[in-house]
């Protein structure tokens, strides 16, 4: 991150570029904003911050966002997801082939254990997600940063989220996230849903997008899960849901 100084300027430190960069991510405030406090120019941060997050990312991912590349390491992480959540290669949002989306008409039995099943599995990247957008509040924001440079942003709030969840006592609670009554089975509100109210009002939980005719393969792997989840996959608190209204 260091530059050069030249004749007309002194470059901006590495510290003060750092201080920056974590200030936007943290708070949500725009480069306009963060000028008084900084002492940089709107435009400089423009051109700071993406650079900064690049910079980041490329010193940590190795560490801290590692993500399967084979699909034997990618068959080694399924199963402890699987086995934790109840979910078998687990996605959500629209339905295609490889990503699965709730059953919205006609809904039988085994359909509402299917959405059931699919509800708990999207909870935890609705989890995910929220608890990151209340600590990194610039994802509840428009982001007023040059369109091919986001992804650094967003890869860099991922791994900084990853090295202070290793690394931090004080960044999360063990009552931040939903959790799952062992008895019940009911999940428990996290924290953090209350604290992005308090910052945003509401958050929107994920949604599923409207996609029209979809394809009849991804139609037949979604009923291969409803047949799983209510067959082989069924677990045994999944009908005293249905009977609590929970799909």
Known sequence: MSKQDIVMRQAIPPEERLI???????????????????????????YI????CKAIFDVLRKDYLKAPQTNKEWKEVAPGFKDRWQMINCEAFALEEHILKPYQKKLDYQKRIYNYRLACARNVVENAFGLIANRFRTLLTSININIYDINYIVLAICTLHNFLMKNSSFYIKQTSFDSENV??????PGTWRQEINNINESIASLQTISVKNSSTIAK????EYLKFFNEKGKISWQDEMIKRGKA
């Open 49 to 52: 911050i993406p650079a900064t």
């Open 220 to 223: 037949m792997n979604r009923d």
């Open 183 to 188: 008895e019940t089975h009911e999940i428990e």
């Open 20 to 46: 920056a960069t974590l200030r936007f991510l943290a708070t949500g405030r725009s480069c306009e904003d963060l000028k008084f406090s900084t002492g940089i120019a709107a435009q400089t941060l423009g």
